[in-house]
T-cell receptor
Framework: RKEVEQDPGPFNVPEGATVAFNCTYS??????FFWYRQDCRKEPKLLMS???SGNEDGRFTAQLNRASQYISLLIRDSKLSDSATYLC????????????FGKGTKLSVKP | DAGITQSPRHKVTETGTPVTLRCHQT?????MYWYRQDPGHGLRLIHY???????DKGEVSDGYSVSRSKTEDFLLTLESATSSQTSVYFC????????????FGPGTRLTVT
């Protein structure tokens, strides 16, 4: 079983739509959780950390369910500029910061 | 944006030649990482450093070595490049290990012919 699994997509949505990405992780020792976005041929950029209580940053909401080992990202009112690949990332306890990346979910927002 | 640069940004080299990639940071972060990204794979850790002269292996370290003689510089060396090392290489920095966000450099596209 892969350590971090994501639906590869692509998700094709119209502007203004709400889109949700899901991610599951296999290692219960996972301690920290993040969502990164990566534009084509660019470096990953941190979108947001994911906290146990869930957290929101503008149009973006992240949720964590430790019991189910599941992470989600919700994007409301999608913009054309949200088109990118979204990477689910976990960090194992005691791993010295070794991040485990999912392969990413590609989002394309259309006019 | 975090102050991270990578050089070169693009390189084409022949099989069997040595290659060194450089990562330079201006953030004075203690932790530095080298990842590679290939189609069909998530980013995978090659090596990391937790201080000057302190390094350790990651998931895909075979064929790679690293050095960190200064806080700001982390070098990745391919002693004898192979075609399987054709990839995009990203450097990342972090203030601390677990729980700290990592910030990535712009990447180096390496092609081994």
């Amino acid at each position: 079983r892969k350590e971090v699994e994501q639906d590869p997509g692509p998700f094709n949505v119209p502007e203004g739509a709400t889109v949700a990405f899901n991610c599951t992780y296999s290692n219960s020792a996972s301690q920290s959780f993040f969502w990164y976005r990566q534009d084509c041929r660019k470096e990953p950029k941190l979108l947001m950390s994911v906290y146990s209580s869930g957290n929101e940053d503008g149009r973006f909401t992240a949720q964590l369910n430790r019991a189910s080992q599941y992470i989600s990202l919700l994007i409301r009112d999608s913009k054309l500029s949200d088109s990118a690949t979204y990477l689910c990332v976990v960090n194992l306890r005691g791993s010295q910061g070794n991040l485990i990346f999912g392969k990413g979910t590609k989002l394309s927002v259309k006019p | 944006d975090a102050g991270i640069t990578q050089s070169p940004r693009h390189k084409v080299t022949e099989t069997g030649t040595p290659v060194t990639l450089r990562c330079h940071q201006t953030e004075n972060h203690r932790y530095m990482y080298w990842y590679r990204q290939d189609p069909g794979h998530g980013l995978r850790l090659i090596h990391y450093s937790y201080g000057v002269k302190d390094t350790d292996k990651g998931e895909v370290s075979d064929g790679y070595s690293v050095s960190r003689s200064k806080t700001e510089d982390f070098l990745l060396t391919l002693e004898s490049a192979t075609s399987s090392q054709t990839s995009v290489y990203f450097c990342a920095i972090s203030e601390g290990p677990n729980g700290y966000e990592q910030y990535f450099g712009p990447g180096t596209r390496l092609t081994v012919t």
